[in-house]
């Protein structure tokens, strides 16, 4: 079992700056691919971006490139989401997620469905 958390969440205005955290308990986040999924009100959980088990690779959803950056720093057992230039839109709910299924460390995980642990969610709103 992992447990994941994800501090970070707030009210930012557009063009504004946030970075959330995915900190994980219970196993080493390094043996994981983690994604970022975002669900706002009424909509289904959508892919944002996610980085390989080796960190080798990353992948993101076409409204957040050049905008989100993920990353992940092994020592502290955290994945990490910069996101820039934050529009109203971005505004919703943010899940990180970890996969274990997969034997390729370089492979993305791009579906919910292809992963196994969820984080709560941390709320994210951006004004106009």
């Known amino acids: 079992q992992v447990q994941l958390v994800e501090p970070g969440g707030g009210l930012v205005q557009a063009g504004g700056s946030l970075r959330l955290s995915c900190a994980a308990s219970g196993r080493t986040l390094s043996r994981f691919a983690v994604g970022w999924f975002h669900q706002a009100p009424g909509k289904e959980r959508e892919f944002v971006t996610a980085i390989s088990r080796n960190g080798g690779s990353t992948y993101s959803a076409n409204s957040v490139k050049g905008r989100f950056t993920i990353s992940r720093d092994n020592a502290k057992n955290t994945v990490y989401l910069q996101m820039n230039s934050l529009k109203p839109e971005d505004t919703a709910v943010y899940y990180c997620?970890?996969?274990?299924?997969?034997?390729?460390?370089?492979?993305?995980?791009?579906?919910?469905?292809?992963?196994?642990?969820w984080g709560q969610g941390t709320q994210v709103t951006v004004s106009s």
């Open positions: 997620a970890a996969s274990l299924r997969y034997s390729s460390a370089a492979y993305i995980p791009r579906s919910p469905i292809e992963y196994d642990y």
